[in-house]
């Protein structure tokens, strides 16, 4: 077993082997969507945070990287860039950057030295404000000290005559427009000249938008549409438009109608596509997104070397994939809930199947819903309170037809007191004998303290 999961590995062979969710089908959509447009595009990806945008990403990267015109993407991590002030600056350095890299062969060194001193010359008053971070690293060391030593006097002009907030309002209201359409049309030359070579659009992925700064996040917006947008140039926003939405009002007030205001920044929107909600799931390894998830976390977490772990690794997916669903769970948030499991598995494995189960819900109520771990912490609270809070009236044991929650709330009326006769018989649990209170006691001993045993 693992505390963490491995990482997703990519078998360039085989790229979508460990794609739990089948979204080969939408890289070849967007695929064929992308190849058949010629002028400015910018996408808008759309998935809650931790539902497997950067993993997507990834995959349909490589997936590009495959074809036989072996298709080179820009990636730009927002999130890692979100304290320069402009993001002019990291957009135009990874353009850069992949220009003298990884799309070398694919422009002349003169297309590409020629966006580089149009870049330069709309940075200026940008440049002129991030010096003090450090200019290689602010431009991915795109931009050298000799570079540097051409447009230093005008910078220092800039900046002996101007205060900060004056060169924002210059930059705003593109006064040098000149620059500005010289850059964006090289920009388009280059993108052509790539296009042309490779057989596909320049694409520029950015990733995490949803966790930066809501000011950054909605610089990033426009710019790529004031600057970036040009022919033969696709970006991806990759991005939980419900969180930019919020960022939105933060700003510009809660009166503003946030949707419409977002949707002038892009040209099409699209959903990673999953299978939740979709119905009944009757398979027991691979019936929705949420079982597939956890299949692949009983991988990634090392929990298939015995026989005995295979069952109790498969009793713990059903749980937390019911779970799941019912509190809407993101991905991320499903392999934290393993996280919280994993110091206690070496007992855990070896208990009955509903205790298991049991224990999946505590850690679902511990990440998710504390009100509800606090209340099954305490031996006073009675199971029709819990059942009440944990709104079970509307978890459809029809719905979740492989995971027997009768059994569950069977086991949880005894440990609370509850319906059954039973309240007060002993139980064996991994060789020792527990009172219900016991049993509760356990459990939630296990998710509060490291218990590890010897195998």
């Known amino acids: 077993m693992r505390i963490y999961p491995k990482p997703l590995s990519i078998d360039p062979e085989d790229i979508f082997k460990h794609d739990c969710f089948e979204r080969e089908q939408f890289c070849i959509e967007l695929n064929a969507l992308i190849e058949s447009i010629n002028e400015p595009l ?13 993993t997507f990403i990834q995959l349909w ?4 990287k ?4 072996s298709v080179e993407t820009i990636y730009i991590d927002a999130f890692e860039y979100d304290y320069i002030s402009d993001p002019y600056i990291a957009i135009t350095g990874s353009i850069l950057k992949s220009l ?5 062969q694919h422009i002349s060194q003169e297309k590409s030295k020629e966006f580089k001193n149009a870049a330069l010359n709309v940075g200026k008053v940008v440049l002129s404000k991030s010096i003090g971070l450090g200019l290689k690293a602010i431009t991915l060391n795109t931009i050298t000290s000799e570079d540097f030593k051409d447009i230093e006097k005008d910078i220092g002009d800039t900046l002996k005559n101007s205060t900060t907030s004056y060169l924002e309002q210059k930059l705003e209201k593109n006064e040098d427009e000149a620059s500005l359409t010289h850059f964006r049309e090289v920009l388009k030359k280059s993108a052509e000249e790539v296009r042309q070579s490779q057989g596909f659009p320049l694409v520029v992925i950015i990733d995490e938008l949803d966790r930066c700064r809501p000011d950054y996040a909605l610089e990033v917006l426009e710019k790529v549409k004031h600057l970036f947008c040009v022919d033969n140039v696709v970006f991806v926003l990759s991005m939980n438009n419900e969180q930019i939405e919020g960022s939105v009002k933060g700003i510009y007030g809660a009166d503003i109608k946030a949707k419409d205001y977002l949707q002038k920044f892009y040209h099409l929107h699209t959903r990673l596509p999953k299978q939740y909600g979709s119905g009944k799931y009757n398979d027991r390894n691979f019936g929705n997104d949420f079982v597939k998830y956890c299949q692949s976390m009983s991988e990634r977490f090392e929990l298939l070397n015995t026989k005995r772990e295979k069952e109790a690794a498969d009793t713990l997916k059903l749980a937390i994939s019911s779970f799941a669903e019912f509190y809407d769970l993101s991905y991320r948030k499903i392999e934290k809930v393993y996280t919280i499991l994993m110091p206690c598995w070496p007992r855990m494995h070896t208990y009955a199947w509903d205790i298991i189960s049991i224990s999946a819900l505590f850690a679902v109520w511990k990440l998710e819903r504390p009100d509800l771990y606090e209340k099954a912490k305490s031996k006073f609270v009675l199971y029709e309170s819990l059942y009440e809070a944990a709104g079970f009236e509307d978890f459809s044991s029809e719905y979740y037809s492989n995971f027997n929650f009768e059994a569950v709330e069977s086991r949880l009326s005894i440990m609370y007191e509850g319906k059954s006769d039973e309240a007060n018989r002993p139980s064996i649990v991994g060789g020792s004998l527990f009172s219900p209170d016991g049993l509760r006691s356990m459990i939630i001993k296990d998710l509060e303290t490291f218990r590890f045993s010897k195998r």
């Open 42 to 54: 910018v996408i808008n990806l759309d998935a809650q945070w931790g539902d497997g945008k950067t």
């Open 61 to 64: 990267r490589e997936y590009l």
């Open 66 to 69: 495959a074809r036989p015109d």
């Open 100 to 104: 003298q890299t990884s799309l070398k």
